[in-house]
DNA sequence: GGTGGGATTAGCT
DNA sequence: GCTAATCCCACCA
């Protein structure tokens, strides 16, 4: 069911503004592909990263080895090291070129638990995904997956409604609009949307 | 319950 | 040499 399908999206749904997508993903599926099996978690927290007036932005001090496929083509990966030992995962938005990108910040586990749960040293499924270093570990997201489409995979988004067996489809969401968490520059920028009570999003 | 520090690398000053 | 879009565990109360 989950393997193999190219994803439902098509490549004009990543591009309308970055603020927007932040937004849309909430509620859609991501989807991991990987020797050891098929993950799934429901988006639930992202934030949104602006090649204007946003210091945070890895992209604001132009292009680097690290961020150049923050630049790339819209509707990609893009995904670095943090602190030396932990990857984030982003969406890349807008134009070629521009700079911009939505992070994951949190998802819902929905599918492939067990195997989730191994890679993360058998915690409890509330704590899986609940930050950005804790899904790419408990979804095998590494940099690999830097650069990778996220219609054809391995790593794939899906629509609201794209497994209704899975879990209940969740038409509309309502979204919450705060500040973003873990920066010092830019941290008064209201970035960061989650759905609203939502177990599953970070701890502030 | 809360606080402090360590892990470990890319990039900036 | 310092900081970073982080997480975890030891320690104290």
Redesign the pocket.
């Known amino acids: 069911m989950v393997e193999s399908q190219e994803s439902d999206l098509s490549e004009a749904f990543f591009s309308s503004s970055t603020t927007s997508l932040a937004k849309k993903l909430l509620g859609m599926f991501l989807v991991s592909e990987s020797d050891r099996g098929v993950s799934v978690g429901r988006i639930v927290e992202t934030?949104a990263?602006l090649s204007r007036n946003d210091p945070?932005?890895?992209?604001s001090?132009?292009m680097?080895?690290?961020?150049a496929q923050?630049f790339g083509e819209p509707g990609r990966g893009?995904v670095?090291?943090?602190?030396?030992?932990?990857h984030?995962f982003?969406v890349v938005t807008a134009k070629n070129g521009v700079g911009e990108?939505v992070?994951v910040?949190a998802l819902e586990p929905v599918h492939g638990i067990e195997l989730m749960q191994k890679r993360?040293?058998g915690?409890p499924i509330p704590?899986l995904c609940?930050?950005?270093?804790?899904?790419t570990?408990a979804l095998g997201i590494n940099e690999k997956h830097n650069g990778g489409c996220l219609r054809t995979g391995p790593l794939k988004l899906y629509s609201r409604e794209a497994f209704p067996d899975l879990a209940s489809p969740m038409k509309r969401v309502k979204v919450v609009q705060t500040t973003?968490?873990?920066?010092?520059?830019g941290a008064e920028l209201p970035l960061r949307f989650y759905i609203e009570g939502s177990s599953f999003v970070?701890k502030t």
């Open positions: 934030e990263y945070a932005c890895h992209a001090k132009g680097t080895k690290r961020n923050m893009y670095y090291l943090i602190y030396g030992m932990y984030c982003n990108a992070l910040r993360r040293g915690k704590e609940s930050g950005p270093g804790k899904l570990i973003r968490i873990g920066i010092t520059k970070s």
